[in-house]
């Protein structure tokens, strides 16, 4: 796109400059859109596991709630808790929400479409997804109020113990396609299962680590069965309580962008990204970009499938999980992954 | 002149949370500012293209220890009086360390002038090789000249590790645990009894 911007007589600097705020936008506002009717197809597949019809009133099938909502919270009076900490109270829903955006910045849509093709990304994403946690503990702690504090604490402890297993689940992917760059990771994985399957999933070695990476996504974005931060059996809503208007929709929007991450990562490190399932040329004239649309919607279903079917994890069970069972098989990955590679001389 | 801009935005941010971290008043404020002091000198190192630690500066400091940290700042009660009680005791103590830091600035400002610090091996020539990448670097350097001293800091950082472990475990014995194993092992059937008990009498338990 900087080329573009070149022809229009600017300098290089400012055509790189106005070409990556033109790629922000076009990330950012179809994201948001995005956003709020998954928030909507989140609620349909729910209540029609629930044998219930859902969200129909507000437009044709009821497509128009999430936009019925968001007017509704965004006429609403923003209440400020005479006890909060005012300074944090308010930016803590902006670091969710900006946070959220952020790692969209070098996920591949499409071969070369991606805003930021750094060297890093897998690393850059580890990096950004690690400052998640500071919008909910700074919201627990402003609020100056028991349950959102419980919350906070909850969630930063969840976060951190799924996020070492993760770390290790990223390394055999690395180790594998040996670049931490996310389109080199997809093109890594073309042909990667009998030179027709593109995607790690269905190598043997692999398999077992994207189950726990989709596992370990369910408990990073704090989505059921692990949303102990939000247990309203038992915290009201969480971090969230003392919140309302647009604050609260920010917390939503975030939320909801990060499930999309997740599901977004699910696709690019284990199931090929852009490229098609198999690696035959007739798949390759449907563009990349539906491809990956295709994966990260059915990611999405999954997770909603989830959310539907299994109770809530009690505490000490998550840790358990985290601790116990996850770091010990991620790090004997490594080793098995990482022996493997080089028995068959992959490095040489 | 974009990366002028941004070197002074991340600069000038930098030196402003690390003030305002000694400043702030509130314990909770001053790890957040430090962890937008983390955050700038992260972006500090990407403009000089050591992105690599850039990467491991916010994973490490900011995703890790600072949330530790702001994890137990958070649940301490602190009474500002008592605080404030015992400056004269401690100022002594202060002062010496304020003298060394100034000190080290100093020294850090007079190397500074004297040139440009030459990295890389003893005999002068440059540690990174052309065109790899900077994990590539550093990875290779890592496990080629410095493997005796790299897996020394593990072998440290494990004991440490092990230390700590061992000082804080306790075996408790008042506590029932859950054998999660057992429990899936469990089926309906050894559990369950179906019966058809006849009116008006009761069932074997």
């Known amino acids: ?348 | 002149m974009i990366h002028v801009i941004a070197f002074y935005l991340f600069a000038v941010l930098t030196i402003a949370s690390g003030a305002v971290t000694i400043l702030a008043r509130n314990p909770v404020h001053s790890v957040l500012w430090l962890i937008l002091a983390f955050f700038n000198a992260a972006g500090l190192m990407v403009l000089t293209g050591a992105e690599f630690i850039a990467m491991l500066l916010v994973i490490v400091y900011v995703g890790a220890v600072a949330v530790l940290f702001l994890f137990v700042v958070m649940m301490l009660d602190i009474d500002f009086a008592s605080l404030r009680a015992g400056f004269v005791r401690y100022f002594p103590f202060g002062a010496l360390v304020a003298i060394v830091l100034l000190a080290e600035i100093v020294l850090g400002i007079g190397a500074y002038r004297a040139g440009a610090l030459e990295l890389g091996s003893p005999d002068g020539t440059a540690a990174t090789p052309a065109g790899a990448s900077n994990i590539e670097a550093v990875g290779g350097l890592l496990y080629s000249r410095y493997l005796f001293l790299f897996e020394a800091a593990g072998i440290v950082l494990l004991v440490a590790m092990i230390g700590a472990i061992v000082l804080t475990h306790r075996q408790r014995t008042d506590t029932r645990g859950q054998n999660i194993r057992k429990q899936n092992m469990r089926r309906p059937g050894d559990a369950t009894v179906n019966v058809k008990p006849e009116v008006g009498k009761g069932v074997q338990l």
């Open chain 1, 1 to 348: 796109m900087t080329s573009f911007f070149l022809s229009l007589g600017m300098t290089y600097e400012w055509a790189w400059f106005v070409a990556t705020v033109c790629g922000i936008l076009l990330i950012a506002l179809p994201l948001m859109v995005s956003v709020a009717m998954i928030i909507y197809a989140d609620r349909k597949i729910w209540a029609a596991m629930a044998l219930r019809r859902g969200p129909n009133v507000v437009g044709p099938f009821g497509l128009l709630q999430s936009f019925a909502d968001g007017l509704k919270v965004f006429l609403q009076e923003t209440i400020i808790p005479s006890a909060a900490n005012k300074g944090i109270f308010l930016i803590a829903p902006v670091v969710t929400f900006t946070v959220a955006l952020m790692a969209w910045a070098v996920i591949p849509f499409n071969s070369g479409a991606v805003l930021a093709d750094v060297n890093i990304g897998l690393l850059y994403v580890l990096a950004i997804s690690s400052l998640g946690v500071y919008g909910t503990i700074m919201a627990g702690w402003a609020s100056n109020s028991k349950y959102p504090f419980f919350s906070a604490m909850r969630a930063s402890a969840q976060m951190i113990s799924y996020e070492v297993s993760i770390g290790f689940i990223l390394i055999c992917v690395v180790l594998w396609s040996g670049t931490f760059n996310m389109n080199g990771i997809v093109l890594a994985q073309k042909g990667h299962v009998l030179g027709i399957v593109n995607g790690f999933v269905a190598n043997p070695l692999l398999f077992p680590m994207w189950v726990m990476f989709l596992i370990s996504s369910l408990a990073e974005t704090q989505r059921a069965p692990f949303d102990l931060t939000e247990a309203e059996s038992e915290l009201v809503a969480g971090y969230q309580t003392e919140y309302s208007s647009m604050a609260f929709a920010a917390y939503w929007l975030g939320e909801y962008a990060n499930v999309l991450l997740m599901c977004a990562l699910n696709a690019t490190l284990f199931w090929g990204g852009w490229l098609p399932p198999l690696d035959i040329p007739v798949l390759y004239l449907v563009p990349g970009f539906v491809w990956f649309l295709l994966k990260v919607l059915f990611f999405f279903f999954v997770f909603s499938w989830i959310k539907a079917t299994v109770p809530r994890y009690r505490y000490d069970q998550l840790m358990r999980l985290g601790w116990k069972v996850f770091l010990p098989v991620s790090l004997l990955f490594v080793v098995i992954v990482s022996g493997y590679l080089m028995a068959i001389g992959h490095f040489a």
